[in-house]
């Protein structure tokens, strides 16, 4: 019985299969048995509200297991702090999408009046303190949903902070006190958190993602330190919003990324007004009496620079939040820069303790690989399923003013793994229709297919920058998945006028040295 990826052996479970799982076989449904045993209050206890968490309590709840989840957010340098529902909902990937969509909107309004509406684009301005409010709003709104959702589910909600006494109990501190539960099962979702920069000034005076979206005042001038999707982001959105960003680059931009692709859009953001400090790294952050911050840092050749800012953001790379667990208490072990934990099939080196999201190493740091990680998890745990989470070809998008989406294998991995001579790079650029009338500038739109050479083309990755990106790169990821091939992709007949069709259209290799640059709207 493959029922967690490591062999039964190591679990000392030899009841599951007698006594544990019941099949009722006309109505086609697997649910873990009622009866536990009486050592442990819970079947499953996880830590950490966030999405991975709340989607495997809610599944194995449903599948018959008495669940519990405990929550706790400590509060930013600043005081920031948020409810149930981890960082996607709070501050990650909702506010971060509404922010970008009310900047998307002061394009398009611009845009508006070349299409005929009558608007007076010189009095075109956004109001942080609406956009604000509006946001949070929308957040509390789903906390309050998510809890309602636990309880109608039977999942019970500690608002405590977790901690292992040992392998099968946590120790939770509530408001109301200390609370001691035990458990059979153990599930470490407690995400990450940013980091911070070790110069003087950058807790005292800065802040991070985790402020932006309730800040109480205009962010104003604002320099993003960090180049990485989060900081180009945050950027890309104030700007479009009005306010004057600059992104300081330590190294190279999106990083994980394909770096043709990452100058594509750094390019396309510097044309939008946002400014890039290349190769350079902050020495310190000061308040000067005005309230404003004095930034000093250096660049590569070790000249000194500084200039004055209303917000200074750190966006320098996540934390997970294991460290103050107590996992020695628990036996499981860390990887990496010691806050990672390194899983098989999300089974930590404790057979009966699992750990999904951004705990882990060298996996996906995205919100719907940690849900269906979790959902599959508890499946296994109290469904009888055998169901595995596939962490390859996950597709993703940077939601920078162009959108860059992705799935798949970089120009560079794919060189890497299959060298130079084995892969064709099909690329093209393209012009969106409604670019046209606006004359909004066409040159950053490009996508490219990474594809094998032999026989019919099997693609290995496709990336695309471009309006409404992540709608685009969808549907193709399911393709990809389904090991689309370039036979497949040239003989399938694209929707027109979209931008999604251009994967349906490109036909020029790197390798051919043509001219990717389309002739026509409809060539």
Known sequence: ????????????????????????????????????????????????????GLAAAKEASALGAKVAVLDYVTPTPIGTKWGLGGTCVNV???????????????????????????????????????????????????????????????????????????????????????????????????????????????????????????????????????????????????KGLGYDSTVMVRSVVLREFDQQMAQVITESMQ????????????????????????VRWINSQKEEFSDTFDTVLFAIGRRALTKDLHLENAGVELVGEGDKIDVVNEQTNVPHIFAVGDVLYKKPELTPVAIHAGKLLSRRLFGNSSALMNYHNVATTVFTPMEYGCVGLSEEHALEEYGADNIEIYHAYYKPTEFFVPQRSIVHC??????????????????????????????????????????????????????????????????????????????
């Not at 062999?7 to 076989?25: A, E, G």
């Not at 400014?275 to 952050?285: G, R, Y």
């Open 92 to 238: 990650g990937c909702i506010p971060k999408k509404l922010m970008h969509q009310a900047a998307l909107l002061g394009e398009s309004l611009k845009d508006a009046a070349a299409y005929g509406w009558e608007l007076e684009p010189e009095n075109i301005k956004n109001t942080w303190s609406t956009l604000r409010q509006a946001v949070q709003n929308h957040i509390k709104s789903v906390n309050w949903v998510t809890r309602v959702e636990l309880r109608d589910k039977k999942v019970e909600y500690i608002n405590g902070l977790g901690t292992f006494k040992d392998p099968n109990t946590i120790q939770a501190q509530t408001k109301q006190g200390e609370r001691t539960l035990t458990a059979k099962y153990i599930l470490i979702a407690v995400g990450g958190r940013p980091r911070y920069s070790d110069i003087p000034g950058a807790i005292e005076y800065g802040i991070t993602s985790d402020d932006i979206f309730s800040l109480d005042r205009e962010p104003g001038k604002t320099l993003v330190i960090g180049a990485g999707y989060i900081g180009l982001e945050c950027a890309g959105f104030l």
């Open 1 to 52: 019985m493959a029922l967690l990826g490591r062999t039964l052996k190591h679990f000392h479970l030899t009841s599951i299969v007698k006594h544990q799982i019941i099949v009722v076989q006309n109505v086609n449904v697997r649910f873990y048995s009622k009866k536990r045993e009486n050592r442990y209050e819970y079947d499953l206890v996880v830590l950490g509200g966030g999405s991975g």
């Open 446 to 523: 490009y996508l490219k297919v990474i594809a094998l050479r032999e026989g019919d083309q099997k693609v290995v990755g496709l990336h695309f920058i471009g309006p409404q990106a992540g709608e685009v790169i969808q549907g193709f990821a399911a393709a990809i998945n389904c090991n689309l091939t370039m036979s497949v992709l040239m003989n399938t007949v694209g929707i027109h006028p979209t931008v999604a069709e251009e994967f349906t259209r490109i036909n020029i290799t790197k390798r051919s040295g043509k001219d990717p640059n389309p002739q026509s709207c409809c060539s």
């Open 271 to 294: 044309e939008r007004g946002v400014n890039f400090l290349f190769k350079c790294l902050p020495s310190s952050v000061e308040k000067l009496d005005n309230g404003k911050l004095f």
